[in-house]
């Protein structure tokens, strides 16, 4: 990795580092209600493999948002798009950025996904001509995934059907992370999907050494500081390739130690890491999957060993969590009956007032955004 002890290695405290990313993640203070693409750009893309979950996020982040501000963004205005990237999981990102993205991501992305298919038994031929299918038959317009399935079928033959409707996206999903085909609006409880240049419109292209290199500047700015270990968890890329990428930007980063640990962050933003300590108490309500909680790949800044496993659950579940001052502070629910919504708050240690009056006030934002009134209930 390129040198970049020409600058003083300095240090932090985690509490400076913990305010400094909770600020670009707009937790501790929230954007206003028209900024969802840029929040998105931001936190470096919103978790959204569960859909009330990618709201719920927008919602803990933008002022006064509705479910049908996410909705009209991403169906009529066109300004935020759903598809496979980081990891081939789901995520919202916003148009703009979508070169970035697509270009940083595409090498490792293929690489991943064609090993999985090939474990699985799919042909190397298929690798070109079912993706390539499913773009002749979405040239006419959205179809769900059966439809699409159907139609890949028809050009390519029954071979095909498993790979095109796979639960986990299959030949959809490497068509996705190859820049073609992306998700449209819902067809009832149906999902669909949609040519990605026919919905959005045609991106500038980028070079992949050149948008590797931006893709980490923009994870930086969300989650620095951070090590080539917090990225490849954070981008699915192999450490090899990851290592590639950190040395090409090495004469942009300067080492930081938090608590006889080192990790790095962007340069031109060092000066923000003190800047952004408040003395204010912020606290906000995170949902499941909440792409804050996947940035790196050692938790131990955002939660104690003791409380991990509260968090960090089998099978890869990611809990509701409380989050103060950007660390995690407890785990809560929701449960809706008709009009009323009942969160429970079960903090790891008691709550002082504060806290529990934000807590109060965030839920009941919570429930004006779910177009129900909020009780909380404080679990021992």
């Known amino acids: 990795m390129k040198d970049t002890r020409d600058r003083p290695t300095i240090e932090r405290s985690a509490a400076e580092v913990a305010a400094f990313r909770a600020h670009h993640h707009h937790l501790h203070e929230r954007a206003p209600k028209g900024q969802l693409s840029a929040v998105a750009r931001d936190v470096g893309g919103i978790q959204a493999q569960v859909d009330s979950a990618a709201k719920t ?12 501000d996410v909705e009209t963004a991403l169906w009529e205005k066109r300004t935020l798009v759903k598809l496979w990237i980081m990891r081939g999981t789901v995520h919202l990102l916003p148009v703009h950025e979508l070169s970035v993205y697509l270009a940083g991501l595409r090498r490792e992305g293929l690489f991943r996904e064609q090993q999985w298919m090939r474990r699985y038994g799919l042909r190397e031929e298929d690798f070109h001509l079912m993706p390539r299918a499913a773009e002749e038959a979405l040239a006419s317009g959205p179809l769900t995934r059966r439809e699409l399935g159907e139609a890949v079928v028809e050009r390519v033959g029954e071979r095909a059907r498993k790979w095109v409707e796979h639960g986990y996206g299959g030949v959809i999903r490497l068509a996705t992370i190859e820049g073609k085909i992306c998700f449209g609006p819902n067809q009832g409880q149906e999902i669909t999907f949609v040519l990605l240049d026919d919905w959005v419109g045609r991106r500038a292209t980028m070079r992949p050494e050149q948008a590797e290199t931006e893709l980490l500047r923009r994870y930086l700015h969300a989650y620095g500081p951070a090590t080539p270990q917090d990225f490849a968890a954070w981008s699915g890329m192999r450490m090899g390739i990851v290592r590639e990428i950190w040395d090409r930007a090495g004469d942009d980063l300067q080492t930081v130690v938090v608590d006889e640990k080192e990790s790095q962050m962007l340069a031109t933003e060092v000066d923000d890491l003190r800047a952004e300590l408040d003395a204010r108490t912020s606290v906000r309500l995170l949902p499941y999957f909440d792409t804050f909680l996947l940035g790196h790949n050692d938790k131990g800044h955002l939660v104690d060993e003791a409380h991990y496993k509260r968090v960090y659950r089998k099978a890869g579940w990611i809990s509701q969590v409380v989050l103060v001052n950007g660390q995690i502070a407890g785990v809560w629910t929701q449960k809706a009956r008709g009009k009323r919504l009942t969160v429970t ?11 529990r009056q934000a807590v109060k006030e965030e839920a009941a934002d919570l429930g004006r955004f779910l177009g129900r009134e909020a009780e909380v209930v404080f679990a021992s």
Not at 57 to 68: A, C, E, F, I, M
Not at 345 to 355: G, H, K, M, R, T
Request: proline content about 9%; hydrophobic content about 45%.
């Open 57 to 68: 996020s927008l919602w803990t982040r933008v002022q006064d948002l509705t479910p049908q």
């Open 345 to 355: 708050a079960e903090p790891f240690e008691v709550f002082d007032q504060v806290v």
